[in-house]
């Protein structure tokens, strides 16, 4: 097959970036090396500011599923946790985390790791899925170490005050277990703070999205997830800060310049569902070799926690991560959808089916035929996975990207 050359122009932002996600690991590997942090791992859309304010270094094994995706090692391990038990049908981060974990292989052993960090306590929110539950009690029962939850509804429609407040006080729960492992007394003042700095985060990686409003966008689909690391790993910190402000100011220059990501965008896409991290870079290049830049995303949208306020940090961390996208019900994410399509002016729509992760594909119960009948912007549905390769069909794929985007060229014209 013919590879798309490339027409993609860098972020110059991407080597702070890597400076930024370097230093998270080199504090993560300090506090292995040195104990002079306790350690938690937490779910990608967990309660993060409560564990960075209570002076843990938070480690995110989604964020290393990723990384096993995107290295493209993650089919050499899924079978070793099918192996143990795990179907292959559930969540490819996790089969390919625990398979990786038995085979005793991380991509951060080239960051000086022996093995991922070992946790003193494990902290996971339903809200995304069940499996995440699963998936830490693996790891607590291996370590022999605490493993909390809050359980979010599924399916949220109204966001009832019974809902924020059952999930607000299942966070404060947390806070005795937390001290135990900490030896600390939990400090309100210093959460404030976390969930504020959370908050102004947030906000910037939202108007760092909301570039992409402008025609041509100056960042694409397959830039935010990358760029995204800071937002999922560093939410609460002042290194979150301090990234998005860089990335902001270099695309907002980039719009003073008029310069687009995909240099000669003509179609404008919106991507339903995961990534697929094994093939960013061939999409982006196929995407940019078509004229056309996949402008938004219901994944990078997901880490917008704007409702996170100060003044009243439990009710709104349980507001913000009910909120989630992931969590409604497909009512009020067509809600969502309708909007993203009106101020990104979309001209056509990709769902992707990722076989082990049914909750971020919005295209099984309907959906995209509701949307399209209300807006009747075009869609197509292709079939793949976040990690699993093996349920992906490169050429097929490709053939059907393209000819929608030829499709939606005419209908453009
Ligand atoms: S939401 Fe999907 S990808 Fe994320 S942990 Fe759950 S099943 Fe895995």
Redesign the pocket.
């Known amino acids: 097959m013919n590879q798309p050359q490339s027409k993609i122009i860098k972020l110059q932002s991407a080597n702070e970036l890597r400076r930024t996600m370097d230093c998270y690991f080199a504090r993560l590997k300090e506090a292995v090396d040195t104990r002079n942090k306790k350690i938690a791992w937490c779910t990608s859309v967990g309660p993060a500011e409560l564990l960075y304010s209570m002076g843990f270094e938070v480690y995110f094994p989604?964020n290393h599923g990723a990384m096993l995706g995107a290295s493209k090692t993650a089919d050499k391990y899924i079978p070793t946790a099918v192996a143990h038990g795990y179907s292959p049908e559930i969540?490819s981060?996790?089969t390919s985390d625990i398979g990786a974990f038995l085979q005793n292989e991380t991509p951060l052993q080239k960051s000086g790791f022996k093995s991922v960090p070992k946790p003193d306590i494990l902290v996971y929110n339903t809200n995304?899925?069940h499996?995440?539950g699963d998936w830490f009690m693996y790891y607590a029962k291996h370590f022999n170490v605490p493993v909390l939850g809050v359980n979010t509804p599924l399916w949220i429609n109204e966001l009832t005050p019974s809902i924020i407040n059952s999930v607000a006080n299942q966070f404060k729960d947390l806070v005795p277990e937390l001290e135990k492992v900490t030896e600390q007394k939990f400090d309100l003042d210093k959460f404030r703070e976390t969930v504020r700095l959370s908050h102004d985060g947030c906000v910037l990686w939202r108007k760092v999205l909301e570039t992409a409003m402008h025609k041509p966008s100056p960042i694409n689909f397959f830039d935010s997830a990358i760029h995204m690391g800071p937002i999922v790993v560093m939410r609460g910190t002042q290194y979150a800060v301090d990234y998005y402000k860089i990335l902001l100011a270099e695309l907002q220059e980039r719009i003073k310049n008029n310069i687009g990501a995909v240099p000669s965008e003509k179609l404008r896409i919106y991507w339903d569902g995961?990534p697929l991290w094994y093939k960013l870079s061939s999409m982006a290049k196929l995407f940019a070799s078509i004229d056309t830049c996949i402008v938004a995303s219901t994944y990078c949208n997901s880490w917008i926690f704007d409702d996170l306020d100060p003044k009243e940090p439990f009710q709104s961390s349980a507001l913000a991560y009910c909120k989630l996208f992931?969590v409604r019900s497909d009512e009020e994410k067509q809600k969502v959808l309708e909007k993203l399509m009106f101020d990104f002016s979309i001209d056509g729509i990709i769902y992707h089916d990722a076989k082990?992760?049914s909750?971020?594909s919005n295209n099984r119960f309907g959906l995209p035929n509701r949307l399209n009948s209300k807006n009747n912007i075009p869609y197509i549905e292709i079939n793949g996975d976040?990690c699993d390769s093996r349920c992906y069909s490169e050429e097929q794929s490709i053939i059907a990207i393209e000819t929608f985007i030829k499709q939606l060229s005419i209908r453009k014209q």
Request: proline fraction near 0%.
């Open positions: 989604e969540c981060y996790l995304q899925c499996e995440v995961m992931i082990t992760c909750r971020n976040l």
